[in-house]
């Protein structure tokens, strides 16, 4: 039971060592999605497999001690993000000739998802974050679903594909495919593999752009608008461009102002 407490705090506290171990969490998602790029220009051998039981036994009781302090934990085994903990773990524990469960690897960028509540507590403690936190959302978004899909090229091409050797030429594949360039100097084999292709040419066309575009579009700030009650507006906003009402708090009216609508019509 006093475990239990211990942990439940760490997950959900807000003390600073509770806080701590969360940014502990990021560090080790993120450095075994390092790990796991690198070791793509290395060939495998004995001490890369003990690493991978290392990081398979970590993700593994982080995994048990979330679901110790779950209050609902059958819902959090099931979820999509806990069934891709558990092929992340299988991954990286079960020996199997070939690693030819190693495609499950790229499940484990899903784990930044958990992630995104760090990002809210960021936005208390790093000002830069507090004033880019839409941007910084929105580029998390693009690297996760840009990693997933090189990853899926990566772990399904890499042994029977030459032209996919390592991280960098699934990456190279997967941004040509996606920005719909399509040099054609790197291809995929196979029917699952044209078949990734036409997934990844049509995702591009529709999902890969309009996170571009969430990416590089003007900065927003949350200001709510007192007629209309639109939250969003660009920085230099003086008027709801919903409605038209002057926003009060970007600056007050001046006497040569025009009158504000407070319609549409």
């Given at each position: 039971m006093a475990t239990r407490t211990v942990l439940r705090e760490l997950y959900e506290g807000e003390s600073r060592r509770a806080v701590r171990f969360r940014y502990g969490l990021l560090l080790f998602d993120l450095s075994t999605i390092i790990y796991l790029a690198v070791t793509s220009?290395?060939?495998?051998?004995?001490?890369?497999?003990?690493?991978?039981?290392?990081?398979?036994?970590?993700?593994?009781?982080?995994?048990?001690?979330?679901?110790?302090?779950?209050?609902?934990?059958?819902?959090?085994?099931?979820?999509?993000?806990?069934?891709?903990?558990?092929?992340?773990?299988?991954?990286?524990?079960?020996?199997?000739?070939?690693?030819?469960?190693?495609?499950?690897?790229?499940?484990?960028?899903?784990?930044?998802?958990?992630?995104?509540?760090?990002?809210?507590?960021?936005?208390?403690?790093?000002?830069?974050?507090?004033?880019?936190?839409?941007?910084?959302?929105?580029?998390?978004?693009?690297?996760?679903?840009?990693?997933?899909?090189?990853?899926?090229?990566?772990?399904?091409?890499?042994?029977?594909?030459?032209?996919?050797?390592?991280?960098?030429?699934?990456?190279?594949?997967?941004?040509?495919?996606?920005?719909?360039?399509?040099?054609g100097d790197i291809t995929l084999t196979g029917t699952g593999g044209r078949l990734l292709a036409i997934v990844m040419m049509i995702v591009g066309v529709s999902l890969f752009v309009r996170m571009v575009q969430v990416l590089f579009r003007p900065r927003r700030v949350h200001q709510r608008c007192p007629s209309c009650g639109l939250s969003e507006h660009e920085s230099d906003a003086v008027y709801c461009k919903r409605c038209g009402t002057l926003l009060t708090s970007q600056r007050r009216a001046e006497p040569g102002d025009l009158p504000c609508r407070t319609g549409s019509g």
């Amino acid at each position: 039971m006093a475990t239990r407490t211990v942990l439940r705090e760490l997950y959900e506290g807000e003390s600073r060592r509770a806080v701590r171990f969360r940014y502990g969490l990021l560090l080790f998602d993120l450095s075994t999605i390092i790990y796991l790029a690198v070791t793509s220009f290395v060939g495998g051998s004995p001490f890369l497999e003990l690493i991978d039981a290392a990081i398979g036994l970590g993700v593994l009781t982080e995994f048990l001690a979330r679901l110790s302090v779950s209050r609902r934990p059958l819902h959090d085994l099931l979820h999509p993000l806990g069934l891709a903990d558990v092929a992340v773990i299988i991954s990286f524990l079960v020996p199997i000739g070939g690693y030819r469960l190693g495609f499950l690897r790229a499940l484990r960028v899903l784990r930044l998802f958990r992630s995104y509540l760090i990002v809210s507590r960021m936005k208390r403690d790093f000002p830069f974050v507090r004033r880019n936190y839409d941007t910084i959302v929105a580029g998390t978004n693009l690297f996760v679903f840009l990693f997933g899909m090189t990853a899926v090229v990566y772990e399904t091409q890499h042994r029977h594909n030459p032209a996919i050797g390592n991280y960098l030429d699934a990456l190279y594949f997967t941004v040509a495919t996606l920005t719909t360039t399509g040099f054609g100097d790197i291809t995929l084999t196979g029917t699952g593999g044209r078949l990734l292709a036409i997934v990844m040419m049509i995702v591009g066309v529709s999902l890969f752009v309009r996170m571009v575009q969430v990416l590089f579009r003007p900065r927003r700030v949350h200001q709510r608008c007192p007629s209309c009650g639109l939250s969003e507006h660009e920085s230099d906003a003086v008027y709801c461009k919903r409605c038209g009402t002057l926003l009060t708090s970007q600056r007050r009216a001046e006497p040569g102002d025009l009158p504000c609508r407070t319609g549409s019509g």
